[in-house]
């Protein structure tokens, strides 16, 4: 993809040869001792604290890996990710990334896929479906960032790849990293061998404080500016509540069965996070879901400096209640039982789930989180468009909507408009 194709263009002329590999096959002069499993080359594609981290954890989950290869669209951050990872003393022997694999710019991506065995997509999301395409394309395993889309087209994009990632068993592990929690585990499982009954209400809260911002240089073109905010740009995160808030918005779907919602209405806006520096995004929501059964899901985020914080489900049913959070005995039950807590084995979950996918591979029984992973983007993004427009939004409208959220043009010097702040009763739904 040329800086100035259009994603839309892109995946729908992309041809690459589909591989079919029903495991990584590697060339005879592959330099591995007798008896030892054969090196797993890594990209990293989106050198960001996230992908930073992500590369630290793919190298401690298995023996004989190689951070291969890196990409970004900024030099600077790749130099930064690549020092810093250089630092950690029990990964910075399996750095192997020389200047010829370090690639810089829109078109990056492809030279990291070309190399490797395995790649991690942590770009903005707006770039996930044109990665993970290509990705799969070329049968390489992929860890995919949460969330995998910015709009329905993308969402789509994804299901359909995932499902050619199934038919060339490849792995597709996502970062939708509670999942791959031990205690979160345990406590959905009791849920749905029915100790609180009967799911009726759900609640998610995802309430923090504000996050970076990088104030815009002179030099700077429109693109380089939302680039290196693109946080605050829905073409290029979702909007927060999608780049975040899909977290807890997916635990309670796995609550749920990874049954979703038919229809949402919501709020949202800005009160706080108001100058221009800050795009044209929003600093809260608040969405209310409803299941095919009757069951209600209040969905509601805020992002504004010294506010309380509160990143938490809670489960409510015809037995009992369920709290679920990541803090100290967090994951409580109220039962007419009795009440429980998790005093299971802890874990660390963001290594778990690359420990689970480097395993997978060597085992040859991949992973595929591709269906939960983009329905629940789509969960999110039905609550962006029902507190944008105001309406109310039903799962099929979500997931058949035409707004394709991509520019016209991956280019650096074109002109690129902040879009005007989402004003419920004036924005359409598309």
């Given at each position: 993809?040329?800086?100035?194709t259009s994603?839309?263009?892109?995946?729908?002329?992309?041809?690459?040869?589909?591989?079919?590999?029903?495991?990584?096959?590697?060339?005879?002069?592959?330099?591995h001792?007798?008896?030892?499993e054969?090196?797993?080359?890594v990209?990293l594609?989106?050198?960001?604290?996230?992908?930073?981290?992500?590369?630290?954890?793919?190298?401690?989950?298995?023996?004989?890996?190689?951070?291969?290869?890196?990409?970004?669209?900024?030099?600077?951050?790749?130099?930064v990710?690549?020092n810093?990872?250089?630092?950690?003393?029990?990964?910075?022997?399996?750095?192997?990334v020389?200047?010829?694999?370090?690639?810089?710019?829109?078109?990056?991506?492809?030279?990291?896929?070309?190399?490797?065995?395995?790649?991690?997509?942590?770009?903005?999301?707006?770039?996930?479906?044109?990665?993970?395409?290509?990705?799969?394309?070329?049968?390489?395993?992929?860890?995919a960032?949460?969330?995998?889309?910015?709009?329905?087209?993308?969402v789509?994009?994804?299901?359909?790849?995932?499902?050619?990632?199934?038919?060339?068993?490849?792995?597709?592990?996502?970062?939708?990293?509670?999942?791959?929690?031990?205690?979160?585990?345990?406590i959905?499982?009791?849920?749905?061998?029915?100790?609180?009954?009967k799911?009726?209400?759900?609640?998610?809260n995802?309430?923090?404080?504000?996050?970076?911002?990088?104030?815009?240089?002179?030099?700077w073109?429109?693109?380089?500016w939302q680039?290196r905010?693109?946080?605050?740009?829905?073409?290029?995160?979702?909007?927060?509540?999608?780049?975040?808030?899909?977290?807890?918005?997916?635990v309670?779907?796995?609550?749920?069965?990874?049954?979703?919602?038919?229809?949402?209405?919501?709020?949202?806006?800005?009160?706080?996070?108001?100058?221009?520096?800050?795009?044209?995004?929003?600093?809260?929501?608040?969405?209310?879901?409803?299941?095919?059964?009757?069951?209600?899901?209040?969905?509601?985020?805020?992002?504004q400096q010294?506010?309380?914080?509160?990143?938490?489900?809670?489960?409510?049913?015809?037995?009992?209640?369920a709290?679920?959070?990541?803090?100290?005995?967090?994951?409580?039950?109220?039962?007419?039982?009795?009440?429980?807590?998790?005093?299971?084995?802890?874990?660390?979950?963001?290594?778990?789930?690359?420990?689970?996918?480097?395993?997978?591979?060597?085992?040859?029984?991949?992973?595929?989180?591709?269906p939960?992973?983009a329905?629940?983007?789509?969960?999110?993004?039905?609550g962006?468009?029902?507190?944008?427009?105001?309406?109310?939004?039903?799962?099929?409208m979500?997931?058949?909507?035409?707004?394709?959220?991509?520019?016209?043009?991956?280019?650096?010097d074109?002109?690129?408009?902040?879009?005007?702040?989402?004003?419920?009763?004036?924005?359409?739904?598309?």
């Open positions: 993809m040329t800086p100035q994603r839309r263009e892109f995946l729908g002329t992309s041809s690459a040869a589909a591989i079919g590999l029903a495991a990584l096959t590697f060339p005879k002069n592959s330099a001792a007798a008896g030892e054969p090196t797993l080359k990209g594609i989106g050198c960001g604290a996230r992908g930073t981290d992500a590369a630290r954890q793919a190298l401690r989950a298995d023996k004989n890996v190689k951070l291969w290869a890196m990409a970004d669209a900024f030099s600077d951050r790749l130099e990710s690549r810093s990872l250089g630092k950690i003393e029990d990964v910075a022997t399996k750095i192997d020389p200047p010829e694999r370090r690639f810089v710019g829109f078109n990056a991506y492809q030279d990291v896929i070309a190399c490797c065995d395995v790649v991690l997509l942590t770009t903005p999301p707006q770039f996930r479906p044109l990665h993970l395409q290509a990705a799969v394309d070329a049968g390489k395993h992929v860890f960032e949460k969330p995998c889309a910015v709009d329905a087209p993308g789509r994009k994804v299901l359909q790849i995932c499902k050619e990632a199934e038919q060339k068993k490849l792995s597709i592990v996502s970062g939708l990293c509670l999942r791959y929690d031990y205690g979160f585990q345990e959905v499982k009791r849920v749905h061998d029915g100790e609180i009954g799911v009726h209400t759900l609640q998610a995802d309430y923090r404080g504000g996050i970076w911002v990088k104030p815009r240089l002179p030099e073109t429109d693109m380089t680039m905010n693109w946080y605050y740009f829905t073409w290029l995160s979702g909007d927060f509540n999608v780049e975040q808030h899909v977290h807890f918005l997916d309670c779907a796995w609550v749920m069965g990874n049954q979703y919602p038919v229809r949402a209405v919501g709020l949202g806006g800005r009160q706080v996070r108001t100058e221009p520096e800050y795009g044209h995004i929003y600093d809260h929501f608040s969405i209310v879901y409803e299941f095919a059964d009757g069951a209600k899901f209040f969905s509601n985020c805020r992002q010294g506010c309380v914080s509160d990143m938490s489900a809670h489960v409510a049913g015809s037995k009992g209640v709290h679920i959070s990541e803090k100290n005995k967090g994951l409580v039950m109220k039962t007419d039982a009795g009440d429980w807590v998790y005093s299971g084995k802890e874990n660390q979950m963001y290594q778990t789930e690359h420990d689970e996918l480097f395993a997978s591979i060597r085992q040859g029984k991949p992973i595929n989180n591709g939960y992973m329905n629940s983007t789509l969960l999110a993004i039905m962006r468009m029902a507190a944008y427009t105001g309406q109310a939004i039903t799962w099929e979500a997931m058949n909507s035409q707004e394709d959220l991509t520019p016209p043009k991956y280019d650096w074109v002109p690129l408009a902040v879009p005007p702040v989402a004003r419920p009763g004036v924005t359409k739904f598309v």
